[in-house]
């Protein structure tokens, strides 16, 4: 088990069962711990983890937005027509209502992060293999 993977898998909260309900969603194997979804709030809250080389499908959120707390590993974040950031612990993205992007772990390295959700999801495109195997520390933005 590498430091990634000890880090996620032992992280503040359980990384969950297997993410199958939106596996359709994503490249590779995640993982899914719904932490808040009352439907008293208009927000959920989860902990979601990537194996190396996972990642989910390029998605907008309507009506809403979402913020990622990294908690673990180092993944990827990106935009639509913007470069991709690399994460690592501590770090926030916001994405604004209607922003197209993706999220997941880089190739080498686990990746966690706590997803609060507001609005609808509508999913796009997988982001290719092509597109993905081109990232690297060196063309990424500047954190």
Do not use: C
């Not at 990642?55 to 590993?73: A, D, F, K």
């Not at 080498?108 to 507001?118: L, P």
């Not at 796009?124 to 500047?142: A, C, H, I, T």
């Amino acid at each position: 088990m590498n430091t990634s993977e000890k880090e996620v898998k032992h992280g503040l909260f359980s990384i969950g069962a297997e993410n199958l309900k939106f596996q359709k969603y994503f490249t590779g194997l995640t993982y899914h711990n719904s932490l808040v979804k009352d439907p008293k709030v208009n927000v959920t809250v989860s902990n979601v983890t990537f194996q190396p080389g996972s990642r989910n499908n390029w998605h907008i959120h309507h009506n809403g937005y979402q913020i990622l707390l990294v908690t673990g590993g180092e993944g990827w974040y990106q935009e639509e027509g913007e470069k991709a950031r690399l994460l690592h612990p501590g770090d926030v993205v916001v994405t604004h209502d209607g922003i197209k992007h993706w999220h997941g772990a880089t190739k080498n390295s686990w990746f966690s992060h706590i997803a609060i959700t507001a609005g609808t999801p509508v999913w796009k495109e997988s982001v290719s293999d092509e597109v993905y195997s081109q990232l690297s520390k060196e063309n990424r933005v500047n954190d």
